[in-house]
Structure formats: structure tokens, C-alpha cells
Nanobody, 117 residues
Framework: QVQLVESGGGLVQPGGSLRLSCAASGSSLSAYLVGWYRQAPGRQRELVASVTPEGVTDYLEFAKGRFTISRDNAKNAVYLQMNSLRPEDTAMYYC???????????WGQGTQVTVSS
């Protein structure tokens, strides 16, 4: 089992950038499928980006060209670099780690991102 803690959220202006961090403890994230999700008020949680243990990334359409997911196994962390932020990006962002061996999901507590002028 692994514990996940997100950080890096905050208030930014439209067009600004932010880097979110997902720090893991208790177990290594190296063998996990990791995804960043977001949930805005009144909306369901949606996937933003994912990265496989091999480093293969995938993005939803709204994130392509603006967001970058990466992992640093030495630091046991996964990051989400967000550029060209828009007000509609405002949401609570969550880190999810999927244990491919035990087929279990683990969630962080979330970090708030607010894009406003």
C-alpha cells in the first residue's frame, strides 16, 4: 500500500503556470500506473493525464499541448506541469496510483487549483 500527498496548488492568473506534485510514501510508485484527475464543483471527476511505469504518457484533449505529466522514481513522485492555464481549469486536482499487481487504487487528498484574474 502507498500513501499519496498532493501539493503545489494555488491561485494563478489566466495564462499562468503551476506545477503539481504527488509525493508517495509507504511503497514505491515505480510499478504503479499514475494518473492526475480533477473535479470542479458540480462536475464529475475526470482524468487529466496518466503515466505508465515505463514512462508512457497520455492526455485528455483539453490537456494536450498545455499539461505535462512526468515521474521521478528517485524521489518517488509524479508531477503535473500546467501551462497556459484557463479559468475552466479551476478544480480540485487528485493524484491516483494504481497497483498493477494487487489491482488496487490509491488516492491523495487533493490540491486546489484556482485560475482567476
Amino acid at each position: 500500500q502507498v500513501q499519496l500527498v498532493e501539493s503545489g496548488g494555488g491561485l494563478v492568473q489566466p495564462g499562468g503556470s503551476l506545477r503539481l506534485s504527488c509525493a508517495a510514501s509507504g511503497s514505491s510508485l515505480s510499478a504503479y500506473l499514475v494518473g492526475w484527475y480533477r473535479q470542479a464543483p458540480g462536475r464529475q471527476r475526470e482524468l487529466v493525464a496518466s503515466v505508465t511505469p515505463e514512462g508512457v504518457t497520455d492526455y485528455l484533449e483539453f490537456a494536450k499541448g498545455r499539461f505535462t505529466i512526468s515521474r521521478d522514481n528517485a524521489k518517488n513522485a509524479v508531477y503535473l506541469q500546467m501551462n497556459s492555464l484557463r479559468p475552466e481549469d479551476t478544480a480540485m486536482y487528485y493524484c491516483n496510483g494504481y497497483d498493477l499487481i494487487q489491482t488496487r487504487n490509491y488516492w491523495g487528498q487533493g490540491t486546489q487549483v484556482t485560475v482567476s484574474s
